[in-house]
């Protein structure tokens, strides 16, 4: 199956440093617009994992994915990111990246924060054909902050910083600390979509666990509410916060359908 998808990794610089994205086209194409990929709190594009390859076979369309600064194999920063470093994402970084590899139209897929984000750069940008959100948070509930805090003392046993080092080398302190001292501060408490959401006017899919431990149902009822286009919510029994991990083959058949309604 490899064989039949073109891998590329490109580098797109900025004053701010470097970006890591890495780009799966299939070799036989139904869709050119790409569908691109935004990380979680925690993310980076290696640890999609084969999820990029399996969409690129099953939607038959290029798969974009890449590491926000701080991550994965993109250049290192000090300092965390401000309380406004969501919407800064869809203003600074992507259209950035987006320039970089001359991308028109495209789809967004964002998991966990990374949904933030792709409400936030479809609400700037008309060229986003359609978003889907992957238990994507739409405000702070006491179940984001419960979850937060559980993580960060998971973090604290024996063996478990070591996973971080995998996928982050020497950022994977940053990483963490990243995560966790920006959403448990008071002043990200007042953070919702709900001063961008409304300008969103392409078509949504919000994808969620009934089982999510960082938020509940109210996220994509939120977010399917809000928009000013057509919405829907996939709601996944028995399942958390990693839907494309945990039932990726019910999130397949949920893209393929998305994807289909937007090509009609």
Same mark, same amino acid.
């Given at each position: 199956?490899?064989?039949?998808?073109?891998?590329? #990794? +490109?580098?797109?610089?900025?004053?701010?440093?470097?970006?890591?994205?890495? $780009?799966?086209?299939?070799?036989?194409?139904?869709?050119?617009?790409?569908?691109?990929?935004?990380?979680?709190?925690?993310?980076?594009?290696?640890?999609?994992?084969?999820?990029?390859?399996?969409?690129?076979?099953?939607?038959?369309?290029?798969?974009?994915?890449?590491? $926000?600064?701080?991550?994965? #194999?993109?250049?290192?920063?000090? /300092?965390?990111?401000?309380?406004?470093?969501?919407?800064?994402?869809?203003?600074?970084?992507?259209?950035?990246?987006?320039?970089?590899?001359?991308?028109?139209?495209?789809?967004?897929?964002?998991?966990?924060?990374?949904?933030?984000?792709?409400?936030?750069?479809?609400?700037?940008?008309?060229?986003?054909?359609?978003?889907?959100?992957?238990?994507? *948070?739409?405000?702070?509930?006491? +179940?984001?902050?419960?979850? +937060?805090?559980? !993580?960060?003392?998971?973090?604290?046993?024996?063996? @478990? %910083?070591? $996973?971080?080092?995998?996928?982050?080398?020497?950022?994977?302190?940053?990483?963490?600390? !990243?995560?966790?001292? $920006?959403?448990?501060?008071? /002043?990200? @408490?007042?953070?919702?979509? =709900?001063?961008?959401?409304?300008?969103?006017?392409?078509?949504?899919?919000?994808?969620?666990? #009934?089982?999510?431990?960082?938020?509940?149902?109210?996220?994509? @009822?939120? +977010?399917?509410?809000?928009?000013?286009?057509?919405? *829907?919510?996939?709601?996944?029994?028995?399942?958390?916060? %990693?839907?494309?991990?945990?039932?990726?083959?019910?999130?397949?058949? !949920?893209? =393929? #359908?998305?994807?289909?309604?937007?090509?009609?």
């Amino acid at each position: 199956m490899s064989d039949l998808i073109k891998v590329e #990794e +490109i580098a797109v610089k900025l004053a701010q440093g470097s970006i890591y994205v890495k $780009r799966w086209t299939p070799q036989l194409t139904a869709f050119k617009s790409p569908l691109i990929l935004l990380h979680d709190s925690l993310g980076c594009v290696g640890l999609w994992k084969d999820f990029p390859v399996t969409l690129a076979t099953s939607l038959s369309r290029p798969i974009i994915a890449y590491d $926000r600064l701080g991550f994965g #194999e993109s250049s290192a920063r000090d /300092e965390i990111p401000s309380i406004d470093f969501i919407t800064e994402e869809a203003s600074r970084y992507f259209p950035a990246i987006k320039k970089h590899l001359s991308i028109q139209g495209y789809v967004l897929l964002g998991h966990s924060v990374g949904g933030g984000m792709a409400i936030n750069i479809a609400s700037r940008d008309s060229n986003c054909e359609g978003v889907v959100t992957v238990s994507a *948070q739409a405000f702070i509930e006491t +179940i984001t902050l419960k979850g +937060i805090a559980d !993580a960060k003392h998971i973090f604290t046993l024996p063996g @478990q %910083m070591e $996973r971080l080092h995998k996928w982050h080398g020497v950022k994977a302190n940053w990483v963490l600390d !990243a995560w966790v001292n $920006r959403w448990l501060s008071k /002043e990200f @408490q007042p953070w919702s979509l =709900k001063p961008c959401i409304g300008n969103v006017h392409c078509a949504v899919l919000a994808i969620h666990g #009934e089982n999510d431990e960082y938020g509940s149902v109210a996220f994509p @009822q939120f +977010i399917v509410k809000n928009t000013s286009g057509r919405a *829907q919510i996939l709601l996944l029994k028995n399942c958390g916060h %990693m839907p494309h991990k945990e039932q990726t083959e019910a999130v397949l058949i !949920a893209l =393929k #359908e998305f994807c289909k309604t937007l090509s009609s």
